[in-house]
């Protein structure tokens, strides 16, 4: 089933939910209006006394009454890094030999070592397969003598939302992320 793309009260892109999960914040009245291009139909059971069937509508993008979550509008606000998403962004390439590969023969590799106190930000971090990792080891890209085919960044909330289910993401949902994208974005 399509993920609903969940916006805060003020209308940014807060989270990815269930269709359940949109349910039940229909019946706890927590969503305002529904904004996706695309409409859900389910159906519930029969209420006794009527004999009605129930049945909810729920769209491909919904805004609620939640809480806006001001750290993640914040420019400087960079999500966690997985490994998912990691390799989403580089599109399952190795940035040091330009192959690509499924997610398994992946690894994420710390351009700057952690154990020579490399951080692990998304800009700091780089897709690559397990044998250029391995050949890579505890030094950089230019003590290895390879360097970087892609400039590794951090995405912005609305990116990082994209990245994370960008194989199930439908077309309404893209466009209303993209139009949250920097200018910039490498993902455009």
């Not at 050949?135 to 990082?160: I, S």
């Not at 960008?166 to 893209?174: K, L, W």
């Amino acid at each position: 089933m399509i993920p609903i793309l969940q916006l805060d009260i003020a209308g940014n892109p807060s989270s990815w939910i269930t269709y359940r999960s949109a349910i039940s914040m229909e019946a706890a009245d927590r969503i305002i209006a529904n904004l996706g291009d695309e409409e859900f139909t389910f159906h519930g059971g029969y209420n006794r006394l009527s004999g009605q069937h129930s049945e909810v509508t729920i769209s491909s993008i919904i805004l609620t009454k939640e809480k806006v979550a001001g750290n993640r509008l914040a420019k400087n606000y960079s999500p966690v890094v997985t490994n998912k998403g990691l390799f989403k962004r580089d599109a399952n390439m190795c940035l040091y030999c330009g192959e690509i590969f499924s997610s398994r023969y992946l690894t994420r590799d710390h351009i700057i070592p952690k154990s020579r106190l490399g951080d692990e930000s998304w800009t700091n971090s780089a897709t690559a397969c397990k044998d250029c990792n391995s050949k890579k080891a505890n030094r950089t890209p230019e003590e290895w003598g390879h360097f970087l085919l892609a400039v590794p960044f951090a995405p912005n909330w609305a990116e990082y939302l994209y990245l994370k289910n960008s194989h199930r993401i439908i077309g309404d949902q893209q466009r209303f992320l993209k139009m949250r994208f920097p200018k910039n974005s490498q993902l455009l």
